[in-house]
């Protein structure tokens, strides 16, 4: 299994970027995929869910209200739409497997896939 995250990168605060993961090696539609963060310094986060049967998850704290994960079967591929992004924002971005239903911890994900880097400037 493999899980490959792209679209970080440098954005101005309020401005916008979409995550992408591609997942192989599994059966996108057994899964719940995640989105967990983790800023300098700081433990890794939860962020968001596409839950297995086609659900969603969302933090209480991070991002919530202003992104927005969806996914593609078809391409394997989940999605994380960040809107009004803030300089708190700022972190590395992973996206994580789990087979069936999960929580949002990070404990009840078996595959992580490497990061990518959002930076947003003030």
């Known amino acids: 299994v493999q899980l490959q995250a792209s679209g970080g990168g440098l954005v101005q605060a309020g401005g916008s970027l979409r995550l992408s993961c591609v997942a192989s090696g599994l059966t996108f539609d057994d899964y719940s995929m995640a989105w967990f963060r983790q800023a300098p310094g700081k433990e890794r986060e939860f962020v968001a869910q596409l839950t297995w049967n086609g659900g969603t998850m969302y933090s209480a704290d991070s991002g919530k209200g202003r992104f927005i994960v969806s996914g593609d079967n078809a391409k394997k591929t989940v999605y994380l739409r960040m809107d009004s992004l803030t300089p708190e924002d700022t972190a590395d971005y992973y996206c994580?497997?789990?087979?069936?239903?999960?929580?949002?911890?990070?404990?009840?994900?078996?595959?992580w896939g490497p990061g990518t880097q959002v930076t947003v400037s003030s």
């Open positions: 994580a497997a789990a087979k069936g239903w999960a929580t949002p911890d990070a404990e009840s994900y078996t595959y």
